[in-house]
């Protein structure tokens, strides 16, 4: 019984530390995104260059978990108040690796539908763009004024199983975020 704590120990140590150099290598950048009206339901289409370090696959390989978050904002452009906000959304996403199968999973968040994949980053391709993506019905904005939609993508490889989180207390915070990538329609 000794032996397995102490083997225990040494995966979740060896797991924190590895994920706590993936911080000062990763990057996340909103490479293109656009809306389009398909049967009066505007769509997003986005994609994402991410770039994470062979660091941060070994610490998914040991347990822990990244999450890929799109912030999606719609606001209707003013000339001398502050934008009104018209909706806001977040599109999430999970990247683990299930050492049984040796497999790379994906699930969407919103939706609960997983994938699983053969290579990393397979996975992380997967997660690096989003197509057809409802945001809002055509008829909830009006054709007169004009909007800005932002998008921005954060990671985040804090997420980790219960049994290892109260060791990240004292790790710093693994999250990046890319700018905002904004851009305006007029309906």
């Known amino acids: 019984m000794a032996q397995a704590s102490r083997v225990a120990w040494l995966v979740c140590f060896l797991a924190t530390m590895a994920a706590g150099t993936v911080h000062a ?31 941060a696959r070994r610490a998914i390989e040991s347990g822990l978990t990244m999450r890929l978050d799109y912030e999606i904002e719609i606001a209707r452009v003013r000339r001398y108040a502050p934008d009104a906000e018209v909706a ?61 939609l932002r998008v921005r993508a954060l990671l985040d490889l804090r997420t980790t199983p219960d049994a290892l989180a109260w060791l990240l207390f004292w790790a710093d915070d693994w999250s990046v975020a890319s700018d905002w990538f904004s851009w305006t329609l007029r309906p």
Request: aromatic fraction near 8%; hydrophobic fraction near 35%.
């Open 25 to 55: 290598d990763s990057r996340v950048r909103v490479r293109e995104a656009s809306v389009a009206n398909v049967d009066g339901l505007y769509e997003l289409d986005a994609a994402i260059t991410v770039r994470v370090p062979d660091d």
């Open 88 to 148: 806001t959304l977040v599109q999430s996403y999970e990247l683990g690796y299930h050492a049984l199968s040796q497999r790379y999973l994906v699930r969407n968040l919103n939706t609960g539908e997983q994938q699983d994949f053969g290579t990393f980053q397979a996975a992380l391709d997967r997660v690096s763009e989003v197509r057809g993506l409802p945001l809002i019905d055509s008829s909830l904005l009006d054709p007169e004024p004009t909007y800005e």
